[in-house]
Structures are given as structure tokens and as C-alpha cells.
């Protein structure tokens, strides 16, 4: 990066906030995305880390004006690629940013800069007796503008939906440097189009979110965890349809392979207590009262065991519950050597079960295995294509484009919550029609005429 531009970012942040230096922008080139498929990250950028949405603005006018490419950087976390610079580029970090705002209790919504962590949101609600932020990707690391803009998702979706339910307004800083407040702390608004809602999932491609409007709920006070292992994924899908249509929405349906519950938890020093079947439900309940949640549970048992549920095993304490999330959620470490790439397909809940045979068929027919995870209530399944001694298979770009065209046969995604980033860009194309792809070329270039923002990125 040429050296003026370095004196000129220095000039509006202080010079302990600019680096180019080779060791310490290290850790700002990649996120969590599988190290076969990480993007090729460009050696030649400079890591700016403003601390104010007035000093965005003015990164944004200098690399407007010499047309360099910026990138922000959240938490990190992201498992698409998206932060990595793969051009000559200017990271914009937003670590500093991190105040909250306002805890708004009145209104139930929080005022935060796109800086603050989750964990850092979680924590401070904990002074709040009763209030709570539901949506949770398995990283509190991830920054709230990170979550805004890849519309981020989590195990909670199936009763409180993704975070393009909760951002209730947005400060963004666009390429030229100026800046928009966009929405509010309104429930109700329907003036003109909503450019909220359009930034969010835009994945860095449009503009700097600098501040989020966040709605914030009661916290539940009663909570249990039931374990239903099934025979066959199958029945475990079908009980997963019928807990839907019974009007009884847990906080988290989660599905796993067996195998990688029993694996999890013996890599944690566990046991895994469930031990028949081959295919297991981790079932999340919380509600107001402890009556709401005995009479759920009743009814949720109810259910497996009309679809075929070996044995329902039940946590109510909450250590009993953390160490059966804990299993969920550190299961990528059991399995992570073994996968060079993974998927978050997403398709209709009726189609899950179908879809998940046609994974696991292809997986047969190329000789090999396939890991399923998935949030299963949504629709959404976690997948992935196996090394072959230690390497990329040479069938795996094959499998991959077949896999899409099972999850399209279903009417499915190629993402329900990673996001495109810069590994799905070729696959996006695969999607989408022509006509909404040339809409979506049209509004980057309203936004963002030069393509200064992340070039490389979704489109
Ligand atoms: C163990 C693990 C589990 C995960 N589970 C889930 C899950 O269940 N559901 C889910 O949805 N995700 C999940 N993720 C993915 C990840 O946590 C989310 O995508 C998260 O929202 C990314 O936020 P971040 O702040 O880390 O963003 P980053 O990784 O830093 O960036 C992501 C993208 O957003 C852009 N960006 C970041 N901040 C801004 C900003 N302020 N303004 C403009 N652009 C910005 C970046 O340029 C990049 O394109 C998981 C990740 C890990 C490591």
C-alpha cells in the first residue's frame, strides 16, 4: 500500500490504529472457512481501526477517491470467506467500535455500534434482569454489523427467525463517505423502500454498517433440553414436521448423526447417554411458565414416540443442559480434519427428509462418507465432502455441483446462513436467474459505482 495513503489513514485515526506491518496484520486476513477453499488473500493491504462513524466516512471518501478496495472486518467468524482482502485493499477493522449505545427497555430495543460483540451484548443484557437478544450463530465472537450483513441465523431460528427479524434500523457509511441513518425504533414503517432490510445480507458488498437498532425480548425463565434418538433419520424428520404443526415451537430443534453425538462427546471426556438408533434430536424448550414447559414437553414426547422415538431422555438442570449443547456445538472439532469442504444448503422443512437421503446416497455412490448436522427445523442441513488420504478428492467439485442439484430439485438454497462470500460467488450463478442477478449487478452499482466494496464478493 503506497505510503501516502498510510499517512493519510494515520491522519484521520492516530497512528496506533493504521498497520501494515507484515506480522501484525496477520491475523486480519482470513476467517473460519475450511483452509482448502480460503480465498487467496492479497499480502498487500493496510488494517485501519476507526473509532468513530465520522472517521468511516472520511476512509471512505480517501478510498472513493483513489478507488482503493475495502473491507471490513467483523469478528472474524464468518464462514464464507467474506473479510479476507483478495485485492490490494484497506481493512476497515471495527473492533473499536464497540460501545452499546443504549439499552432502550422502554421500547425493547438496544442502540449498539456494529463493533459490539455478541458476547459483549449477551453480557450487558445480564444487567437487565428478564431481557434477552435470541439470535445465536455458534461464535459469540461475531460482531453485530458481521451478523447484520450476513443476515446470521443459529440453532434459535426455528421460534425467533434470523436477524433480519430483529435489526430495526441501521447507520451506514456508503463508499463515497456519506452517511445514512436508515429505519429506527419503529414497529410500524412503511415509507418508501426499505434499505434497511436491503443491507442486511449484503455481506460488505454495499456499505459500512457503523450502528444497529436491535429489538430485545423478555428473557424465558423455565427451560429443558430433550435428547430423541430415532431409528433412521426419517422418522426423526417426521417428528420434526409434526412438532412444527402442533403449534408447539421449541427454541432449537437439533439434528445430528449419532455417531458424531457419541464421537463429540467422548472427544469432550462425555458420554453420550442416548445409545439406540442411528440418528438423534436435540430438542431446546424455554417458556414463561413452568407449566407452559411441562405441558410442551408432554406434548413434544408425545410426538417422538408416534414417529417411532427409541427413548426420550430428559435435562432439566442447567449444567445437565449446557453439556448437551456443548456436544452440539463442538462437534466441527470432532470432525474437522477429516472435511476439506462443507455446505449449508437450505431447503423447504418437507423436503429435509428426501434431502438428506440424497446427500447421503451420493456420499455411497462416490464411496465415501458425509457428516449431517443440521438446524432442522429451518430446513437447513450441514453437510460436507470428505479428504480422501488427506486430500481433496479429485470427484469433490463433481459431488459438489451434484449435491446442489439434489438441494435444487427440492427447492432448496445453496445457503442458508453462511452467506455467498467469496467461495460461493460461481455457485450463486448456478441459483439465480439471469434477470435477478442483473438486478442485483444494478443495485451494487447504485451503491457502490466504482466496486470498491469487497470487490469479489456475492456478485
Ligand atoms: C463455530 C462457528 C459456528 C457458526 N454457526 C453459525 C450459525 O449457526 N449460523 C450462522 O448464521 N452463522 C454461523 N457461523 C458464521 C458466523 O459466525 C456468522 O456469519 C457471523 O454473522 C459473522 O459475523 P462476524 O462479525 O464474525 O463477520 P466477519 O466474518 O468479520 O465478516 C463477514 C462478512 O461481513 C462483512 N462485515 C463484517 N462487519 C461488517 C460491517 N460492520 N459492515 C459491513 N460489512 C461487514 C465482512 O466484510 C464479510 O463479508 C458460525 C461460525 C463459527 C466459527
Redesign the pocket.
Known sequence: MREQIIRELIDITGPDYVTADREQIQSYIF??VEETYRPEPSRDFVVVKPGRTEEVSQIMKLASREKIPV??????????G??TPIYSSIV?S?ERMNRIVEIDADNMMAVLE??V?LMELLTELEKYEGLSFPV????E???????????????R?VRHG??RKHIMGVE?VLPSGEVLELGGKLIKNNAGYNLTQL?LG????L????RVILKIYPKDKYSATIVAPFPHFENACRAVMDILKSGSVPLAVEYMDKRLFVGTAEMLGLEWQAKEGDSDLLIILSEKTEEQLYNSVREINEICRKNSCLETLFAGKKREQDELLLVR?QH?EYIKNDICDSF?MAVPVSQVPAFIGDLKHLAEEYHTGTNVIA?IADGNVHNDILYVDGKIPNYAAELKQRMYDACFSHGGTITG???V?KIRVNDLLRQKDPAELELMRGIKKVFDPDNIM?PG?VI
Do not use: K
Not at 136 to 139: F, I, L, S
Not at 202 to 205: F, K, N, P
Open positions: 476467517d473460519q473491507v471490513v472486518r467483523g469478528g472474524g467468524t464468518g464462514l464464507a467474506g473479510c476497515i471495527m456494529a463493533g460483540t445465536h450463530p455458534g461464535d465472537g461475531a460482531q453485530m454489523g458481521g451478523m447484520a450483513v450476513t443476515n446470521a441465523g443459529g440453532a431460528a434470523v436477524m451506514a443491507l449484503s455481506e460488505g458488498t456499505a459500512v454498517i457503523t456445538s466441527y449449508d438446524h446462513e453462511h452467506g462470500g469487497n464478493t
